[in-house]
């Protein structure tokens, strides 16, 4: 059974970074099209970064560039998120998610299997 555990989440305040981590199970991450997805508040679930199977291009939504990165392990079978100068609109619950297709597509419904979420919270 297909498994995705996040972990990495916490509260820091405006400016600080985080890393989140997402362990697979019975799923090799270096095989497949991750995401990271996010939901705040009242607000609907968005992709933040994704990777492709092949070749490994990532994609990043256009307010994370340059201060989130998203890179696989394939020796430890997990996928990161890197992120820095953390605002407190990124405060969400951050999910991992196993795409269905070869690349990280931009709708929930293209994934089918999802981790538990990790609550990032940014006190400003």
């Known amino acids: 059974q297909v498994e995705l555990v996040e972990s990495g989440g916490g509260l820091v305040q405006a400016g600080g970074s985080l890393r989140l981590s997402c362990a697979a199970s019975e799923l090799t991450v270096s095989n497949y099209a991750m995401g990271w997805y996010r939901q705040g508040p009242g607000k609907e679930r968005e992709l933040v970064a994704g990777?492709?199977?092949?070749?490994?291009?990532?994609y990043y939504k256009d307010s994370m560039k340059g201060r989130f990165t998203l890179s696989r392990d394939s020796a430890k079978n997990t996928v990161t998120l890197q992120m820095n100068s953390l605002q407190s609109e990124d405060t969400a619950v951050y999910y991992c998610?196993?795409?269905?297709?070869?690349?990280?597509?931009?709708?929930?419904?293209?994934?089918?299997?999802w981790g538990q979420g990790a609550q990032v919270t940014v006190s400003s």
């Open positions: 990777i492709s199977s092949a070749g490994g291009s990532t």
């Open positions: 998610a196993h795409s269905s297709g070869p690349v990280a597509g931009p709708r929930p419904d293209d994934y089918d299997y």
